[in-house]
Every structure is written in structure tokens, then in C-alpha cells.
């Protein structure tokens, strides 16, 4: 079993930052688990605790079925890609691969038919003889990986490993990590900035901020439930529109459009009540002509995005982004409106997402659920809307 559970794992540094803030997480069994946030979150803290790089201050690690919590490095059996590569700079690439299988004591054909193979995976083939101050970052990337990789490790864990690729070798080495994952069944948790990497790769995804986790979840659900406002400012490689409102009946008024309650939260909201409704730029479509629920108003900036565009409606005080298609690209000027399919869109009060009663109530069964799964006691649960 290679399962990671933390429980209640901080780290403060001297000064009194507090880096990872009593973190609970469990990582399933082969899991491909992604962590997300901005600089600064804790997600590099996280994995450096993990591999025993970092000294927790408190909680406890398992690894399995093991508490690593105050083991050494090399007897977590864990492999671990850096962002700033750590290789050695008097071995081969060859050799840099190897290493792993050199600790191991293996016979050296073999360590070397091994690091030959990881090597011709990463697109390093005719390189295994340079050295990694005769190679490009990018290459030097690529030879970090391999090393972690060639010793089967019962952990991956992995810090931005892709990030010095170029686009093209970035897409390939993601589609190979993925698959070699899921071939391997290896348990892996992936450090990363980038959202399409994290919701291309990972199985769940947890957005970090402030060395708390605000949002886990599948990609599907962090991108089109976002649990809070800090994840829904976050998630996306276009912004979701946030836009503040009212509740009035059974409608919500907001920048100049009359909107429904979406169905399951109509029992979870109050005539007057502010609200914060949130709809993702891909969730709504352009129209020309005036549209019922719509938000109208004037063109004033389109970004290509390559088979679509990203279009910005001034409307009123506020602004509108919606994602159009090629063929149908307005020109800075025209009127338009932004159409919200059904269904998508948010109600945020307080920052965190308001969910109906239906709902909530399945969410605090899956929370007792887990807790007792867990052998502990099962509290009420808190509707906070976050994952913490």
C-alpha cells in the first residue's frame, strides 16, 4: 500500500511563518493527486515534509501503512523531482539516471539498460554521454525526471517538473508521465502553477492558499463547483465573471440582467439577500440580438486565443468576458450579449458557495462517511462550503 495520510501537519518556520496551517489530506493508492495554489501557498512545503526535506513542526505522515513522520529521507522510499533540477554536474546523463539504481547496489548493465530506456522516453536519446552544464534547462528537466523515475518508486513526488519544457515537449513529457503513472500504478502527488496541467494530469486536484487546502476535489468538480470565491478568482485560464447581486423573489438582479435562482438553492436564499453570482467565461454564449437573461452591453476588447477569443462586454459599471468561437468574433464596438447556459451559474454569499439543502445534506453523509472510514468520531458538519 503507498497511500499518504497527514494528519494535522504544520510547519512553521523561524520568524513564526506558518507554512502548512494543521493539514489534513489523505491520497489514495495510485492516485495521481495534484496540488495548486499561488506562490506561497505551502504546496512545495507540503511535498519537501513529505519526502522529509522539511522537518514538520507537528502532525504525522503515513506512507502506507507506516508513520515516516521523523525517518530520514532515503528510508521513505519516495522519488522526487526538484524545480531546480539537482543534478550532479560531474556524471553523465547516464549516470545522473542511474543513481537511484546505484544506491540500490544494481549490477551496472543493468541500471544502465534501465537509464537508457527512461531516457529515450524523455526524448533524451544521443545525450546520454553530455554532462548537465552541456545540456538546456529544458533537457536538464527532463534528466531529473528520468532519475525519479528509473527506480520505481512506491512515491512520486513531483515539483513543477514540466515547467522549463517548451510547449511541445511539455505536452509530450505530460502525456507520457500520465501514462506511465497509470501503468505503473504509482501513487503520485504533482506540485504545479499551471492549471491545464493540473486538471489534464491529476485524478483530484487540492487548491492551497496560506498553507490551508481551500477546495479538493476531481477536476471537473474544483472547475465547474468552485467551493469558494479565493477558487473561483483562481481556477481557469480565463477568469470567472464575478459579478455582485440581489435575490428579489425567485431572481437574482445582477449587472442589469434578471437571472433565475438556480433550482436547488432556491430554499438556501432570502429576498434581499447580497449575493455574488459567478459564471465562467466557457459557460456563456454570444448573441448579437437582445437575449432574456442576458447580460447586454458594448464590446470593448477582444483576445484571440487561437480557435476562439475572449470577449469583454462593458456592461454598465461592470464587465463580462464570454468565449466565442472563430466564426462568430465581434469587432471592439458592437453590442452584444452574454447568454448563461442553464445551470451554470454560481451564488456566493460570504465568499463561499451557496449550495441547497439537498446538497449540503449529501456532502455531510460523504463527510461521515470518510470520518468513520477513519476510525474517528463523527462531528456535526459545518456547512462552510470549503475544504479545509
Not at 470593448?300 to 468565449?323: F, K, N, P, W, Y
Request: charged share 25%.
Amino acid at each position: 500500500m503507498s497511500a499518504i495520510t497527514l494528519r494535522a501537519l504544520t510547519k512553521v518556520y523561524p520568524g513564526g511563518v506558518r507554512a502548512l496551517d494543521a493539514l489534513d489530506l489523505d491520497v489514495a493508492d495510485g492516485e495521481f493527486f495534484a496540488l495548486l495554489g499561488p506562490s506561497g501557498c505551502g504546496k512545495t512545503t507540503l511535498l519537501r515534509t513529505v519526502a522529509g526535506l522539511e522537518t514538520a513542526t507537528g502532525g504525522t505522515i503515513r506512507l502506507g501503512d507506516a508513520d515516516v513522520t521523523r525517518l530520514p529521507p532515503g528510508r521513505r522510499d519516495v522519488g522526487m523531482v526538484f524545480q531546480d533540477y539537482a543534478l550532479f554536474p560531474h556524471m553523465t546523463v547516464l549516470d545522473n539516471i542511474a543513481y537511484p539504481l546505484r544506491i540500490k547496489k544494481e549490477g551496472r548493465a543493468r541500471r544502465h539498460g534501465a537509464a537508457a530506456e527512461a531516457a529515450e522516453y524523455l526524448s533524451l536519446a544521443g545525450l546520454e554521454q553530455r554532462r548537465p552544464g552541456e545540456l538546456s534547462g529544458g533537457q536538464q528537466q527532463r534528466v531529473a525526471l528520468a532519475r525519479a523515475l528509473v527506480a520505481h518508486p512506491r512515491i512520486f513526488l513531483l515539483d513543477e517538473p514540466l515547467s522549463n519544457l517548451d510547449a511541445r515537449l511539455r505536452l509530450e513529457a505530460r502525456t507520457f508521465l500520465k501514462r506511465l503513472q497509470r501503468e505503473l500504478g504509482v501513487t503520485t502527488v504533482f506540485v504545479t502553477h499551471d492549471q491545464a496541467e493540473a486538471l489534464a494530469l491529476a485524478d483530484r486536484i487540492a487548491v492551497m492558499e496560506a498553507g490551508r487546502i481551500r477546495q479538493l476535489g476531481t477536476p471537473v468538480e474544483v472547475f465547474r463547483r468552485p467551493a469558494n470565491l479565493f477558487v473561483a478568482s483562481f481556477i481557469g485560464s480565463t477568469p470567472m465573471n464575478l459579478l455582485p447581486g440581489r435575490v428579489c423573489g425567485g431572481s437574482v438582479a445582477v449587472a442589469g440582467a434578471v437571472l433565475p435562482v438556480p433550482a436547488e438553492e432556491r430554499g438556501s436564499v432570502e429576498d434581499g439577500e447580497s449575493v455574488v453570482c459567478g459564471v465562467r467565461p466557457e459557460y456563456l454564449d454570444f448573441s448579437d440580438v437582445p437575449a432574456d437573461g442576458a447580460f447586454g452591453g458594448r464590446v470593448s476588447v477582444v483576445e484571440h486565443l487561437g480557435a476562439s477569443s475572449l470577449v469583454t462586454l462593458d456592461v454598465g459599471d461592470d464587465r463580462v468576458s464570454v468565449v466565442v468561437g472563430e466564426d462568430r468574433e465581434p469587432r471592439p464596438g458592437d453590442e452584444g450579449w452574454a447568454v448563461p447556459r442553464p445551470g451554470r451559474v454560481l451564488l456566493y454569499r460570504d465568499g463561499e458557495l451557496i449550495t441547497g439543502a439537498a446538497e449540503a445534506a449529501e456532502a455531510g453523509e460523504a463527510t461521515e462517511a470518510g470520518e468513520a472510514a477513519a476510525g474517528r468520531p463523527v462531528e456535526p458538519v459545518a456547512g462552510d462550503g470549503g475544504a479545509e
